[in-house]
């Protein structure tokens, strides 16, 4: 399994950004897929996850209504569209795999991160 | 929402017992997970559904439930075990991880 991020940036406050995250290694529809993000010297926050087909949803209070999750299972790909960006988001994303097709289940395979800076 | 709460720091000598808890309201019902984190390095599992280790992960690692409070314990801590560990769970409020526990081992 490979899970591999980019997209990260320095962007300013009020701005936009799409992460990437390419994934390899297993049956990408098979499995959910979370966004896990680390501040600078800070714990873990989990911020989003997304079910096998897309076809729901789900999201951390701290980013509810400012971050889209999504995925193109034809690519293998998982997707993060933040949007209204605060320098409280500036952090490492982590992508990770689900050991589950829905909600319920845990992360078992991690990227390396992208790094995303909010600043002026 | 939903929140688990860990101890920010543990500290043994090599050979020692390390036992690092997590508190969460839903415990009973839910399953505790387990993640190291090595300085610069993406989070491992090393315990899941509260007690189940991993097959690439050394037999010193255990996990255990009881009522609101989960506990990963390290039998014979080793340097390399020094780590940030942190619990996590989902339940219909959210997936959440705990605030982390940095462990030393010296």
């Known amino acids: 399994v490979l899970l591999v991020e980019s997209g990260g940036a320095v962007v300013q406050p009020g701005g936009s950004l799409r992460l990437s995250c390419a994934a390899s290694?297993?049956?990408?529809?098979?499995?959910?897929m979370h966004w896990v993000r680390q501040a600078p010297g800070k714990g873990l926050e989990w911020i989003s996850l997304?079910?096998?087909?897309?076809?729901?949803?789900y999201y951390a209070d701290s980013v509810k209504g400012r971050f889209t999750i999504s995925r193109d299972n034809s690519k293998n790909s998982l997707y993060l569209q933040m949007n209204s960006l605060r320098t409280e988001d500036t952090a490492l994303y982590y992508c990770?795999?689900?050991?589950?097709?829905?909600?319920?289940?845990?992360?078992?395979?991690w990227g390396q991160g992208t790094l995303v800076t909010v600043s002026s | 929402s939903y929140e688990l709460i860990q101890s920010p720091s543990v500290s043994v000598s090599p050979g020692q017992t390390a036992r690092i808890t997590c508190s969460g309201d839903?415990?009973?019902?839910?399953?505790v997970y387990w993640y190291q984190q090595k300085s610069g390095q993406a989070p491992v599992v090393v315990i899941y559904?509260?007690?189940k280790r991993p097959s690439r992960i050394p037999e010193r690692f255990s996990g255990s439930s009881s009522g609101t409070q989960a506990t990963l314990t390290i039998s014979g801590a080793q340097v390399e075990d020094e780590a940030d560990y942190y619990c996590?769970?989902?339940?219909?409020?959210?997936?959440?991880f705990g605030g982390g526990t940095k462990l030393t081992v010296l």
């Open positions: 839903a415990f009973p019902k839910k399953y």
């Open positions: 290694g297993f049956t990408f529809d098979d499995n959910a």
């Open positions: 996590y769970s989902t339940d219909s409020s959210g997936n959440v």
């Open positions: 990770a795999k689900s050991t589950s097709a829905n909600y319920f289940g845990y992360l078992d395979y």
């Open positions: 997304i079910t096998w087909d897309g076809d729901a949803t």
């Open positions: 559904e509260d007690s």
